[in-house]
């Protein structure tokens, strides 16, 4: 099943900028062939439940080892059966209701 997720980790214990460990994330999702896409307040990753659910345990992983001794993650998932909609298709379809 695919899965649009939307994750929000902080670690805590690390200080005030978490930019270093996003970024180890991002390069976790695209290591495992995701589709990612940043914004402000978290990160969007598409692919396989598997995959994504697989991703952000390495993650976690990553981000312990860069020394975060704590972290706290939020997940939004959204999985269609009727369709298959990708990030990037959402966002067209709102922005077709905005022109």
């Not at 980790?9 to 695209?30: D, H, M, N, Q, W």
């Amino acid at each position: 099943m695919r899965v649009n997720a939307e994750m929000g980790l902080i670690p805590i214990g690390t200080g005030v900028s978490i930019s270093e460990y996003v970024a180890a994330c991002v390069k976790v999702f695209r290591e495992a062939g995701l589709e990612v896409q940043l914004h402000a307040n978290g990160t969007d990753v598409e692919g396989e439940w598997d995959a994504v659910m697989a991703a952000v345990r390495r993650c976690h992983e990553v981000v312990h080892g860069l020394g975060a001794p704590r972290i706290n993650t939020t997940l939004k998932l959204n999985t269609r059966t009727d369709r298959d909609q990708g990030l990037t298709e959402t966002v067209r379809r709102v922005e077709q209701h905005l022109s």
